[in-house]
């Protein structure tokens, strides 16, 4: 297993942009603009996805702000059998939704 993204929902998706790459030093790795789902995505990291955890920045049209703690999305984690490790999650009490 390893972590591929944590997912952050921004309400100014330029502006996080440019801290996270001017101010923190990351690079945009890649964007998609979803405009029937109402949204878009940035992807910001130190290093490539292949290899690096990265941070997925949603911006969800006509949402400029998020109360503190409520912008948290996901942790995106990749592992060889979906099946497998959800059965593993769930033999050692964990919940899969």
Not at 24 to 49: C, H, I
Not at 67 to 93: N, P, Q, T
Request: net charge negative; aromatic share 10%; proline share 2%.
């Amino acid at each position: 297993m390893r972590i591929l993204h944590t997912m952050l929902r921004v309400g100014d998706l330029p502006r996080s942009v440019d801290f996270y790459t001017n101010v923190l030093g990351m690079k945009v790795l890649r964007t998609n603009d979803r405009p029937e789902q109402k949204y878009s995505l940035a992807f910001v990291g130190y290093g490539g996805e292949a290899s690096d955890a990265v941070l997925e920045l949603t911006y969800n049209y006509g949402v400029d702000k998020y109360d503190l703690g409520s912008a948290f999305g996901h942790i995106a984690i990749e592992v060889d059998d979906a099946y497998k490790a959800c059965d593993a999650i769930r033999a050692k009490g964990g919940k899969v939704t």
